[in-house]
């Protein structure tokens, strides 16, 4: 019975964290889908949990520290040292690196790979992007060896009805299409690729996100230094009110610097939003900040709307003119709601070790 509690306490002390931690990333991986008509085996990366009874030993457990902890103290310990690790750095302007994949790169579609009937080799399906914007065109490319015939048929998820059924042009035994973007596409897209390889049929099924834009970032309106922080306000033409969530990449040259989120209610026509990096993820000098990777998204306001998205007309957007000398180099301070958070975490620490 102690075992049992200690569990749940753990689980709660993580689900707690986790909601603190988790209120900026709107975004998770896209989830893709596969399936085929053929009795194969899908090519399966991450470990599978085992459906064995409860009666036989549990296989060993994988490394999933820091919450992977023998005891709740040692949890809730590490918990609040994390949270007070994170609020070194402003929510709105964490650091970012080049191994920040998913914020680098956050509209990256993951190849669907399946093994061919005799398991000799595999076949992958790849899309340029996951997530489109209206009208955008999508990219289709069927990669492996023995390709003979292939076509794709385009549905959305949520409906049965086929939207779109066309060949793919087969050359080296590849097959590639690009489909112009239509009004029909909106929201979930399903699209079933039925291909012939080496005489044997494959289906493979992926998913991906076609959006009508809710807005657009047009541009740069200014860009100043803020006491500690460097303020950079952008144009939008938004043609669905609500409230809107921005966020960019800043670079020093090649190297990123920090992911900015702004947050903010706008009205229909021409409207402002404005970014901040804070002094700690900005370096003393430079002559080359740049914003790349805009993600403009219109939040769901009711349970049960779909969250939208923006179109940026800009890929790259230079900061000149800025002198980063005149940033007030005080720390970040948290506010009330984030000292609090921390004040909770740290009296579980102690409720715990007192036990």
Do not use: C
């Amino acid at each position: 019975m102690k075992k049992v509690v200690i569990i749940i306490i753990s689980a709660l002390t993580a689900l707690i964290i986790w909601r603190l931690l988790s209120s900026s990333e709107p975004q998770q991986q896209p989830v893709v889908a596969t399936e085929k008509e053929t009795p194969q085996v899908i090519e399966q990366k991450d470990a599978e949990v085992s459906s064995e009874p409860q009666s036989k030993p549990a296989p060993r457990a994988v490394d999933m520290s820091p919450f992977q902890l023998t005891s709740t103290q040692k949890a809730a310990k590490v918990i609040a040292n994390n949270y007070r690790e994170t609020l070194r750095y402003a929510p709105y302007s964490q650091p970012l690196t080049r191994n920040d994949t998913d914020r680098l790169e956050p509209n990256r579609f993951v190849p669907v790979t399946v093994p061919t009937s005799d398991m000799s080799g595999t076949i992958s399906l790849a899309l340029n992007k996951y997530r489109f914007i209206h009208p955008e065109p999508i990219q289709l490319t069927l990669s492996g060896e023995q390709i003979s015939r292939a076509k794709v048929v385009i549905s959305l998820v949520d409906d049965s009805k086929v939207i779109l059924e066309k060949p793919l042009r087969v050359a080296d035994s590849s097959a590639y299409i690009e489909v112009s973007g239509r009004e029909e596409f909106y929201g979930d897209l399903q699209l079933k690729v039925e291909a012939d390889v080496a005489g044997d049929p494959i289906t493979i099924v992926a998913q991906a996100k076609y959006e009508q834009p809710s807005a657009k970032l047009t541009g740069l309106k200014h860009a100043e230094v803020n006491g500690s922080d460097l303020q950079i306000t952008l144009a939008l033409d938004v043609k669905d009110a609500g409230v809107y969530r921005v966020r960019a990449n800043l670079y020093d040259g090649a190297q990123p610097l920090a992911h900015l989120i702004a947050k903010a209610k706008l009205s229909f026509g021409q409207q402002e939003i404005t970014l901040k990096a804070h002094q700690t993820v900005l370096p003393t000098s430079s002559s080359d900040l740049r914003l790349m990777t805009f993600i403009v998204e219109r939040m769901s306001s009711i349970p049960g709307e779909r969250t939208r998205f923006g179109e940026s007309t800009l890929s790259e957007l230079p900061l000149v003119d800025i002198d980063l000398s005149e940033l007030s180099r005080d720390p970040y301070s948290p506010n009330a709601k984030e000292r609090a958070s921390l004040e909770f975490l740290q009296g579980m620490a102690e409720q715990q070790s007192a036990r």
